[in-house]
């Protein structure tokens, strides 16, 4: 079955560390890649997104994430992390031709002041 | 309106009931998806509409769980019979065109429903 694992389940940063959160999934075929993220009290908004071409793709507020074919890996990085980071963070793995978003369980990021 | 709207944004109800979940889609947009999201883990794939019809409803957990979208806009989510475990939070999310044309979703707030 297709699934999305992301390890870190939990992490805790001082403002102005960076940033890698894990994510791989488990599927053979072309893939269209997501982060989500959800702030506080608000609704998934889309981080970036990954369907094509450079694998090294740049989303809002600095964020990137890099799409390594051959490890089945799309990890989010950020070099330095602001108090207004914290929040869940959540890959999303949608199979090309298809309409199913497949998520992973999520990170929980809480940057220290 | 500008985004996905849901409607109870929370809903308390008591074991054996019905009830009934509102999503209204980002204007325009004919695909809408609903996904259920339990305590500690990440949304998990109900239904997905392609206009009026439910192209996919592979992910409803059983047949107390029903959706329909009747006139390609609004949808419900109607629970049949609740049970403790359905308490979680059902996600309503909708994008542009067809869903597997790599298309962003986006999602609305939710609707928190808990079982008692």
């Known amino acids: 079955a297709q699934s999305v694992s992301q390890h870190n389940h939990h992490v805790i940063l001082s403002e102005a560390a960076s940033l890698e959160l894990g994510c791989n999934y488990s599927y053979g075929g072309t893939v269209n890649l997501f982060w989500y993220v959800q702030y506080p009290g608000q609704h998934l908004q889309l981080l970036l997104k990954?369907?094509?071409?450079?694998?090294l793709v740049k989303g809002i507020k600095g964020f990137e994430a890099e799409f390594i074919k051959s490890k089945f890996s799309f990890n989010l990085r950020k070099p330095s992390v602001q108090w207004s980071d914290t929040a869940e963070y959540f890959c999303?793995?949608?199979?090309?031709?298809?309409?199913?978003?497949?998520f992973g369980t999520g990170t929980r990021l809480k940057v220290l002041a | 309106g500008a985004g996905v709207s849901q409607t109870p944004s929370n809903k308390v109800t008591e074991k054996g009931k019905y009830v009934e979940l509102r999503c209204d889609p980002i204007?325009?947009?004919?695909?809408l998806y609903w996904y259920r999201q339990s305590l500690g883990q990440g949304p998990e794939f109900l239904i997905y509409f392609q206009g009026t019809g439910a192209a996919d409803d592979s992910g409803l957990p059983n047949d107390r769980f029903f959706a329909v979208r009747p006139e390609g806009s609004v949808s419900t989510l109607k629970i049949q019979r609740t049970e403790r475990g359905d308490s979680a939070v059902y996600l309503c999310?909708?994008?542009?065109?067809?869903?597997?044309?790599?298309?962003?979703?986006?999602f609305g707030e939710g609707s928190w429903l808990t079982v008692v």
């Open positions: 999303a793995v949608n199979p090309s031709g298809t309409y199913k978003y497949i």
């Open positions: 999310a909708s994008s542009l065109t067809r869903g597997d044309s790599g298309n962003t979703i986006y």
């Open positions: 204007s325009g947009h004919t695909a």
């Open positions: 990954y369907f094509s071409g450079d694998p």
